[in-house]
């Protein structure tokens, strides 16, 4: 058991989520870990000490120092003993205190006497957690180092339906056996994404484009760096990076600029996923002056562009692992079951534009998976973090598989 002798701090915040605290305690103790637990005062509502003290062997601490015989709880000597500090539920009014290192609970000061890897696990209502100020504190914990367990897509206490609830307690303990595992499951691997959109330029001011974030290629980047892979983002426009600064980035702007910088990769990958939204034509001609606006009508000549993913495909040896995607403005399962049959793919991920919650620029997706050799399936509305792990969990088993061969 990965977490067997482990010392954690659980952490617990006063939200409705606090309920769950219980549930993670008792998977924490029967994996062999020690747990101590502090909780903020208002989780004292949600939960009692006695629950969690009973399921933690030990006692709950929430004040500097016990009231009746004055015993003082040390912060320092509780971060320094932690192997990890998990914070499960963090509310936004916790989040902000963390952020801005204040300290008026035993809570926040143990955070900030802690030497150890924090991890937290927000949970707060939809607007509150797409709040560009809780976002902004989100983005300072991610500098300060701390691993942030997103919240997850679904129905919330208010009655509301989004992002904002707490990880489950089963999903927080896999992430605690990847921050404690050396053996990870892609770790000597080399893997590339392409991912964003590609602008093929008109003139020095206009291009043509689409709507692609480069939200999905970033998850699956991400995800795959957790579990041990040397990730290459082949990058198009986009505001948007990945949190983790060992992911390399090599931007690129056009269609054939984002072939040239794959193709000159690709013999060294083991993996290659084509998530990018590529142009699928360009200007036959790029005017070197702004075109001027007239009564006339404009005809532009446009060109095919390269097909990345087919010209790398006919490139694939048999030791690598090529994963597509592809994105319709109806179901395409043809489209897509084609793609998979001529493109190399090893399995492709479908997204339909007309599917509540899919495509370009939101968090979420709906994608059916195709393969091969076994039956496909369609997923539910999910995070685009949750689509990475589903694609992952599946490239796990074909690399399994080819290895064992």
């Known amino acids: 058991m990965l977490l067997s002798g482990k010392r954690i701090i659980l952490g617990v915040t006063g939200g409705i989520a606090a309920y769950k605290a219980a549930h993670l305690t008792r998977l924490l103790i029967k994996e ?85 890897p924090v991890m937290i696990a927000p949970a707060m209502d939809l607007d509150m957690y797409r709040h560009p100020a809780v976002r902004s504190n989100f983005e300072k914990l991610k500098e300060f180092g701390n691993l942030i367990l997103e919240a997850r897509y679904g129905e919330l206490a208010s009655g509301l339906v989004g992002h904002g609830r707490m990880a489950e307690p089963e999903a927080i303990m896999e992430a605690l056996h990847f921050l404690f595992d050396k053996k ?49 983002l082949v990058l198009g426009p986009t505001a948007l990076r990945p949190k983790y600064d060992e992911i390399l980035i090599i931007p690129v702007i056009s269609a054939e600029e984002m ?21 699928d034509y360009r200007p036959a001609k790029i005017y ?22 087919r ?31 001529h493109k190399g793919f090893d399995f492709i991920v479908l997204n339909s534009l007309k599917d509540p919650g899919a495509g370009f620029q939101k968090d979420t997706n709906q994608v059916t998976f195709l393969f091969h050799h076994k039956a496909p399936f369609k997923t539910q509305v999910i995070s685009k973090n949750e689509v990475a792990e589903l694609i992952l969990k599946e490239l796990e088993i074909l690399t399994n598989k080819t290895e064992s061969k």
Request: hydrophobic share 40%; net charge negative.
């Open 288 to 309: 070197n002056e702004k075109i001027k606006k007239s009564d006339e009508l404009l005809s532009i000549t446009l060109v095919k562009n390269r097909d990345i993913a």
């Open 184 to 232: 990870r499951s892609l770790s000597g691997k080399k893997m590339m994404i392409t991912a964003g959109p590609t602008q093929e330029a008109m003139d020095p001011v206009r291009y043509i484009s689409n709507h692609s974030s480069g939200k999905m290629g970033i998850a699956i980047a991400e995800e795959a760096f957790k579990r041990g892979a040397e990730v290459t």
């Open 32 to 116: 062999g870990a020690e747990v101590k637990v502090i909780m903020t005062t208002s989780a004292l509502d949600f939960i009692r000490p006695l629950t969690l003290a009973t399921l933690s062997k030990g006692p709950v601490y929430h004040q500097f120092f016990d009231e009746p015989t004055g015993e003082w709880n040390d912060h320092v000597s509780l971060g320094l003993w932690a192997d990890v500090f998990l914070i499960a539920p963090l509310t936004a009014s916790t989040l902000a205190k963390l952020a801005n290192g204040q300290s008026d609970n035993l809570l926040c000061a143990t955070y900030l006497s802690a030497k150890c």
């Open 311 to 341: 010209s790398l495909g006919q490139m694939k040896r048999n030791d690598q692992v090529h994963i597509g995607f592809a994105l319709e403005t109806e179901e395409g399962l043809e489209s897509a079951q084609n793609k998979l049959q």
């Open 259 to 279: 072939f040239e910088k794959a193709a000159s990769l690709h013999e060294k990958m083991d993996i290659v996923v084509f998530s990018a939204a590529v142009a």
